[in-house]
């Protein structure tokens, strides 16, 4: 049915995308926007990869070529060598 195709879409792109959004109808689907997402309480990184993956859909692309998984954290921060593994790198001086 309609209601299946609805999730199927959402399960296919992956990142739990089906939990976090509430739809009933395939219709539904693409009437939403940004706005809608956010009332949803879809996080600024889901709602924008939903879009995107949708957008890309429209296209005619397929979900399994496209779908990706969320990009892991970063482990180093800061301002690229001089800080490694959470430590001050000196310089050799």
Do not use: C
Not at 4 to 18: P, T
Not at 34 to 42: D, F, P, Y
Not at 54 to 82: C, L, N
Request: aromatic share 8%.
């Amino acid at each position: 049915g309609a209601i299946g195709l609805a999730e199927d879409f959402l399960k296919s792109i992956g990142r739990s995308a089906e939990t976090k959004v509430k739809v009933e109808k395939w219709d539904e689907l693409w009437k939403l926007d940004g706005s809608e997402l956010k009332k949803q309480g879809v996080g600024v990184r889901d709602r924008r990869y939903i879009l995107w993956a949708m957008q890309k859909y429209r296209i005619g692309a397929d979900p399994t070529e496209f779908a990706h998984a969320v990009t892991p954290k970063k482990k180093i921060r800061g301002w690229g060598p001089s800080v490694q593994n959470g430590k001050r790198i000196r310089s050799r001086r």
